[in-house]
């Protein structure tokens, strides 16, 4: 029973079984009872451990963080632009080879998992330090920050949930996920000016970078990075409050 665990063994004996529950069924199937009969346990052991299923999730949570973090620190890289590729790379890799974690590290309730958010904080610094590297000026690190963390994540999310496989680009990172980071990284304005991506045969345009005169010499008009297909006037994003943006005036023959 307990008496036969160290402290220190229960507890990891209980993130690691919890990790493979959650991994295999959900984390609706994670049962204090269950992780108690699998471990040969008392279930009043865990209670004292880690007070409730939401402490064990909690746990595994800041477990999973840590991990992220160590992760992360070992990419070695002299160019601020190649690090920061390869930590979106372990982070994707992250996600599909501790997938029991992942699932509990982003609660959709912020205050769900406390213990896990001094974990989460660090692994929140270290991108922001790399992102920072790549010379993107202080004033728009904030925003670059979040364009590096939305583009990695979310395709860990896709990756996780196996919807990269339908998509054609394999379930590891070796099945073209790597591609896919460098593409959407060099196509965020996040730092330096990176270089336009291939798409096919053109270009995908990149805030800050001109993009190339088309047929007849003329240049494409763009805002933000988003061109317009008419060449002839600039088309605005849709305002926030969900009305439609005004006409564009096209130039007709």
Same mark, same amino acid.
Request: proline residues 10%; without cysteine; glycine residues 14%.
């Given at each position: 029973?307990?008496?036969?665990?160290?402290?220190?063994?229960?507890?990891?004996?209980?993130?690691?079984?919890?990790?493979?529950?959650?991994?295999?069924?959900?984390?609706?199937?994670?049962?204090?009872?269950?992780?108690?009969?699998?471990?040969?346990?008392?279930?009043?052991?865990?209670?004292?451990?880690?007070?409730?299923?939401?402490?064990?999730?909690?746990?595994?949570?800041?477990?999973?963080?840590?991990?992220?973090?160590?992760?992360?620190?070992?990419?070695?890289?002299?160019?601020?632009?190649?690090?920061?590729?390869?930590?979106?790379?372990?982070?994707?890799?992250?996600?599909?080879?501790?997938?029991?974690?992942?699932?509990?590290?982003?609660?959709?309730?912020?205050?769900?998992?406390?213990?896990?958010?001094?974990?989460?904080?660090?692994?929140?610094?270290?991108?922001?330090?790399?992102?920072?590297?790549?010379?993107?000026?202080?004033?728009?690190?904030?925003?670059?920050?979040?364009?590096?963390?939305?583009?990695?994540?979310?395709?860990?999310?896709?990756?996780?949930?196996?919807?990269?496989?339908?998509?054609?680009?394999?379930?590891?990172?070796?099945?073209?996920?790597?591609?896919?980071?460098?593409?959407?990284?060099?196509?965020?304005?996040?730092?330096?000016?990176?270089?336009?991506?291939?798409? %096919?045969?053109?270009?995908?345009?990149?805030? +800050? !970078?001109? /993009? #190339?005169? *088309? @047929?007849? =010499?003329?240049? &494409?008009?763009? $805002?933000? %990075?988003?061109?317009?297909?008419?060449?002839? +006037? !600039?088309? /605005? #994003?849709? *305002? @926030?409050? =969900?009305?439609? &943006?005004?006409? $564009?005036?096209?130039?007709?023959?």
């Amino acid at each position: 029973m307990v008496d036969d665990y160290h402290h220190r063994n229960l507890r990891a004996a209980v993130l690691e079984r919890a990790a493979a529950v959650v991994a295999d069924s959900g984390p609706a199937a994670l049962t204090l009872r269950g992780l108690a009969s699998d471990l040969g346990v008392s279930h009043a052991a865990f209670r004292h451990h880690f007070g409730s299923r939401e402490g064990v999730l909690s746990a595994v949570a800041a477990d999973g963080f840590a991990r992220l973090e160590a992760a992360l620190s070992g990419v070695r890289a002299a160019d601020p632009h190649a690090r920061l590729l390869g930590m979106g790379e372990a982070y994707v890799a992250f996600a599909l080879t501790h997938p029991g974690h992942f699932a509990v590290m982003f609660p959709t309730e912020p205050d769900r998992f406390v213990d896990a958010d001094p974990a989460g904080a660090k692994t929140y610094r270290l991108l922001r330090e790399a992102v920072l590297a790549t010379g993107l000026a202080p004033e728009r690190l904030d925003a670059g920050v979040a364009a590096a963390w939305g583009l990695v994540h979310g395709l860990a999310v896709l990756a996780h949930s196996g919807a990269l496989v339908g998509a054609g680009l394999g379930a590891a990172p070796e099945g073209g996920v790597p591609a896919l980071i460098t593409a959407a990284l060099r196509a965020a304005p996040i730092g330096g000016r990176p270089s336009p991506v291939a798409v %096919g045969d053109r270009p995908l345009p990149v805030a +800050g !970078v001109e /993009p #190339p005169p *088309v @047929a007849g =010499g003329v240049r &494409p008009a763009s $805002v933000g %990075g988003v061109q317009s297909p008419s060449g002839g +006037g !600039v088309q /605005p #994003p849709a *305002v @926030a409050t =969900g009305g439609q &943006p005004p006409p $564009v005036e096209r130039n007709l023959p």
